[in-house]
């Protein structure tokens, strides 16, 4: 009796998952580069964590680093993008913090947040924490995010939605003029369910290449 087609893509997944894991990890040497920020990595740092002493703060990424690399080894954790921001760069971004500011009820949305780094720049810099929206593949990493940057949930009141953004049981094709949602974004599971209701959009962790040390960044307001 062959195996039900769900445990065979399980299994098949699994696999690639960790043929993937292997091959990065073969490339990095054990413990791999320290942390080197720029000035402007530090800066943010120091207001997103409170943490002014810069040896102290290299410590507290590196350490960061080891147990998000026990989650999953993707290149951009050994490069420590998970500490930097690049929400900022493109000139869309204050135009989605005037959103955040003009528009009621404005959704900044951030696909593949990662520690959740650019949702605490945008709202350090003004965007209502509590109209933004974080997805990742690894709930792991948003949960080290608190302690990277030494907040809650009480604190940083982001919505966390872990899943696959490719999975159409996570987001699904909507027909245009399907109504929106009215589902308060505490109670919100999918990003199906955001459908018509985003202000603007991130995802410079969604399109970075593996093997660059900077990676390009895109904001689209709506």
């Excluded at 040896?55 to 420590?80: D, Q």
């Excluded at 690894?138 to 302690?147: K, N, P, R």
């Amino acid at each position: 009796m062959s195996a039900p087609q769900s445990q065979t893509e399980s299994a098949e997944t699994a696999s690639k998952q960790d043929t993937f894991r292997q091959g990065v990890l073969s490339k990095w040497p054990e413990g791999g580069e320290g942390y080197h920020p720029t000035a402007a990595e530090l800066d943010f740092l120091r207001r997103a964590t409170g943490l002014t002493d810069e040896a102290g703060l290299r410590r507290h990424v590196e350490a960061l680093r080891e147990k998000a690399l026990n989650v999953f080894p993707f290149t951009c954790i050994f490069l420590y993008m998970f500490a930097t921001t690049s929400i900022s760069r493109p000139g869309g971004y204050g135009k989605a913090l005037l959103l955040g500011k003009q528009r009621e009820g404005a959704i900044l949305l951030d696909v593949g947040c990662c520690f959740g780094g650019d949702v605490r720049m945008a709202a350090l810099d003004g965007f209502p924490p509590e109209q933004i929206v974080g997805t990742d593949l690894h709930a792991e990493f948003w949960d080290l995010g608190f302690e990277l940057f030494r907040d809650s949930k009480e604190t940083m009141p982001a919505t966390f939605l872990p899943g696959d953004f490719f999975d159409p049981s996570f987001l699904s094709p909507t027909a245009p003029g399907t109504l929106e949602s009215t589902t308060p974004l505490s109670h919100v599971k999918t990003l199906t369910e955001l459908h018509g209701r985003v202000s603007a959009m991130h995802a410079a962790n969604f399109f970075h290449r593996a093997r660059s040390k900077r990676r390009p960044s895109h904001v689209w307001p709506s």
